[in-house]
Every structure is written in structure tokens, then in C-alpha cells.
Nanobody
Framework: QVLLVESGGGLGQPGGSLRLSCAPS????????KGWYRQAPGKQRELVAT???????VYADSVKGRFIITKDNGKNTVYLQMNSLKVEDTAVYYC???????????????WGQGTQVTVSA
């Protein structure tokens, strides 16, 4: 079952911009979209940016000042505006969300299928 729908990946140029978006699929319910992670070839998945419950956005040091994460609460959609792209931003970007249970102790993380972002001249 596809719970999250990601869009916006593709090819970007160094110094350019791309925008990613993530929203729950129509068939999904009680999904709280939180943010983005990425995984480059041969590396572990790492946090890019996330919006914690009731808190301010958190960014990886490598993207601070370049990426902006926002959330449209009405649409439960998270956007990642990626500016001043670098070659090292090349990775598969994964949307992260929480599937909310009736009891918080049963909440679980869910992931999108990933969208490729390639930064190259």
C-alpha cells in the first residue's frame, strides 16, 4: 500500500533549485507528514529537514541556509525547497511521516518510495 506520494525530483544544476513535495495518498489516513531524508550511493540514510510536533524546523548542517521545509497543514503536505544546489546533494530523497495510532505508543514511521535528485552540470 502506497501511503505517501512524492514528487518534484529530477535533474538540477549546481546553484539551481528544485522543489520536492510529499502528501499522503488518497487511500491513506492518520498520516502525519514530517519531513525528508536522503541516501546517497554507498552512504547511510540521513536527515535533511523535518518539522517536529509543535516545534521549529530542523535541518542538517549541510543544507542550512539553502533548503527550506514548509508544511501546508490543510493539505498535510510538506515541501522542500532546495536552493543553491550542490553536486553533493545528489541522492534519493525519502519522505518521512508518522502513521498515527489511537494510542501514541503505537505510532510508527512510514516512508515514501523515494525520488531521485541529481545535481550535475
Amino acid at each position: 500500500q502506497v501511503l505517501l506520494v512524492e514528487s518534484g525530483g529530477g535533474l538540477g544544476q549546481p546553484g539551481g533549485s528544485l522543489r520536492l513535495s510529499c502528501a499522503p495518498s488518497r487511500s491513506a489516513s492518520r498520516i502525519d507528514v514530517k519531513g525528508w531524508y536522503r541516501q546517497a550511493p554507498g552512504k547511510q540514510r540521513e536527515l535533511v529537514a523535518t518539522i517536529p510536533d509543535g516545534g521549529m524546523a530542523v535541518y542538517a548542517d549541510s543544507v542550512k541556509g539553502r533548503f527550506i521545509i514548509t508544511k501546508d497543514n490543510g493539505k498535510n503536505t510538506v515541501y522542500l525547497q532546495m536552493n543553491s544546489l550542490k553536486v553533493e546533494d545528489t541522492a534519493v530523497y525519502y519522505c518521512n511521516a508518522i502513521s498515527r495510532a489511537l494510542s501514541p505508543k503505537y505510532d510508527r514511521a512510514v516512508w515514501g518510495q523515494g525520488t531521485q535528485v541529481t545535481v550535475s552540470a
